[in-house]
Structure formats: C-alpha cells, structure tokens
C-alpha cells in the first residue's frame, strides 16, 4: 500500500487507498496517469498531465515551463510507433532532476505506463519503471490483414515463432519461425 501512498501530494493523504483496486484508484482521482504503450492518446496527453501533478506539490512554475519544453522538443523527433512514450517520459524525468519531485511508473503487468508525480526519495527511484531491467517483453506483429498479434512472455522465455492471427487465422511464422511481418518487441 505503501508505494501507491507515495504519489499522494501532502494535501492528499486522506484519499482512500484500501479499495481492491489501489492503482485504479489513484487514476480515477486524476494522481497517476494510464498511457497506452503506442503513443499518447492525445498530443501532449503526457506533458499536460505532470504540469497538473506538479502545482499540486507546489512545483515553481518555471519548473513547469521547462518540462514543458522538454516535452515539446521531443515532439520534433521521428520516432517509430511505441517509442514517443519513453522518450517523453525521460525528457520531462530530465527537467524535473535539481527538483524535490520525481516521475514514479506503478507496474502492472499489462502494456500501459501508469505514471505519477511523486516526491525525490529512495522510493522514487525504485518506483522509475524505464531503467529499470525489465521482467517481460510484448512481441507484437501486426499482421497483413491488419490484426494485431500480441504474447507477453518472461524475459528467460524464447521469443514466440509459431502462431496464427487472432483475426484472419493465417499463419504468422514461416516453417524457420521467421515472423511474415516485421516483429516488434518491447519491455514490460
């Protein structure tokens, strides 16, 4: 219960927190944010969200304009589909280093980033899902009729090399294994 705790702002402790549900919890009262792993749902959904999290902990507003500007610098870059989340994430986890205010990742096992605002400690730093190792990889292949296929295995577990399509039923690997479309992997 303790590391949900760590993302309540001093104002915030009296939120309820003993549901089954903590995490889901912390979303509903806007203290952490679920992105999907491909992209924000909306430009600036990311950036948007930490600047209200930081004027709850009372963050100096040029705090606020430079991870703006952090953000909005990464939006220049080509990234590939499922990579604009981690690069934002650093860019603004950067801009807030010489403040008492970290990022903080709840890990769930599923493809989201659960992410909050949370105060500089010991705990914040266990809590900073992006460097740390990863316990599982999503293999994705979207297949040419358009499906997408998704395994989520341990990192100790071979990558997948059979399989059909949940939605057209064709087959996904040749004879080798060798995936029919491109592979992407990513950690969880």
Do not use: K
């Amino acid at each position: 219960m303790e590391t949900y705790r760590n993302f309540l702002a001093p104002a915030e402790h009296g939120i309820d927190l003993g549901t089954s549900d903590p995490a889901a919890e912390l979303h509903r009262h806007g203290i952490v944010e679920v992105v999907d792993w491909s992209g924000e749902s909306e430009p600036g959904q990311i950036v948007q969200f930490v600047a209200r999290r930081l004027a709850v902990f009372g963050v100096e507003p040029g705090t606020i304009d430079a991870v703006h500007a952090a953000a909005d610098a990464t939006a220049e870059s080509d990234l590939e589909r499922g990579e604009h989340v981690p690069v934002v994430l650093r860019a603004i986890d950067e801009a807030l280093g010489a403040t008492d205010v970290a990022l903080g990742e709840l890990r769930r096992g599923d493809d989201a980033y659960w992410v909050g605002v949370m105060p500089r400690t010991e705990a914040s730093v266990e809590a900073w899902g992006l460097d740390r190792p990863a316990q599982e990889f999503l293999y994705i292949i979207d297949c040419p009729c358009g499906g997408m296929n998704i395994w989520q295995l341990p990192t100790d577990s071979p990558q997948p090399d059979e399989g059909e399509c949940n939605s057209c039923e064709r087959e996904l690997f040749e004879a080798s294994g060798t995936p029919i479309a491109p592979m992407i992997v990513e950690p969880v």
